[in-house]
């Protein structure tokens, strides 16, 4: 891998810092109703259902590694295979995370059908991509992916700069490879890009009441993700609880994400069984 790669990699799996304001975004609004983290939800149009909450596999995730392949295959197919058993169906992988031969692993006793897996490349032109989509459906065992992203976009002007690998993962779809394509960004102008480009179904964004690991300021951020929201994007938060910044602040954590209505689903990277039902039962708790 070329250093400058390396070290944009290293940045995004670590989350750059963000130095703006740390004020709250604004003050939770009262939830309506209860949620769960089974709840199954519609990504933006794009017809996908699945549950709101996704089993990440790539806390700090980079260099093809994260703390969830760290737990081995087995250990993390087990961990995969008890979401299934609790209620989730939403799988976040990716090239970076070195986690594809474990979720490969998940779906050998897993109803295919029934599981909606996201994977992201950081390819950037066509040849790489069309590579990098048959790659990731030898390594993860499937003949489709649910969700294709472009990974840890940072530069506004991505959409000309990219246009190769947009293509080729539009045409993949137009074949029933992918059903579904966007990004996951890391600034703000890949943000408000994302926001207003008619190509993008999907976006994973980083959120929560801290700023931390965001691309920008809370309330920036969420004014952002209503943009995207109302021209149909499905929206996916990430780095809920900040990368661990707000370890001790979990139940305030997840209700802000819950009570903002912006997201369809989020994913946190749960490293055990323990902390699997520990998500699940304090997102249904929080929103009572």
Not at 53 to 82: E, K, P, Y
Request: hydrophobic letters at 40%; aromatic letters at 6%.
């Amino acid at each position: 891998m070329r250093r400058r790669e390396f070290l944009t990699q290293t940045a995004c799996g670590l989350g750059a810092a963000w130095l703006g304001s740390k004020a709250l975004a604004w003050p939770p609004r009262a939830l309506s109703g209860g949620f769960s983290a089974t709840d199954l939800v519609t990504l933006g149009k794009t017809g996908i259902q699945t549950s709101r909450l996704a089993c990440g596999t790539g806390t700090v995730g980079f260099n093809h590694r994260s703390n969830q392949s760290s737990l081995g295959i087995q250990g993390l197919a087990d961990l995969l295979w008890h979401g299934y058993d609790q209620g989730l169906r939403f799988i976040d992988t990716a090239d970076a995370y070195g986690t594809h031969p474990h979720v490969a692993a998940a779906l050998k006793k897993l109803p295919r059908e029934k599981i909606t897996i996201l994977t992201k490349s950081w390819s950037r032109d066509a040849r790489g991509m069309r590579a990098d989509i048959e790659r990731f459906r030898s390594e993860l065992n499937t003949d489709h992916l649910d969700i294709v992203l472009m990974h840890c976009l940072m530069d506004g002007n991505w959409t000309n700069k990219c246009r190769g690998a947009m293509d080729a993962i539009s045409e993949a779809q137009e074949k029933g490879i992918v059903r579904a394509h966007g990004v996951s960004c890391h600034s703000i102008g890949a943000l408000r890009t994302a926001a207003k480009s008619p190509w993008v179904q999907v976006i994973l964004a980083r959120i929560n009441p801290i700023g931390s690991h965001m691309d920008a300021d809370p309330n920036t951020v969420v004014s952002t993700l209503w943009e995207a929201r109302a021209a149909g994007k499905g929206i996916i938060g990430m780095k809920v609880l900040g990368q661990g910044d707000m370890r001790n602040r979990v139940d305030e954590a997840l209700k802000y994400a819950l009570s903002l209505k912006v997201l369809d689903a989020f994913t946190i990277g749960a490293e055990s069984r323990a902390e699997q039902e520990e998500l699940i039962r304090r997102i249904a708790a929080v929103s009572v």
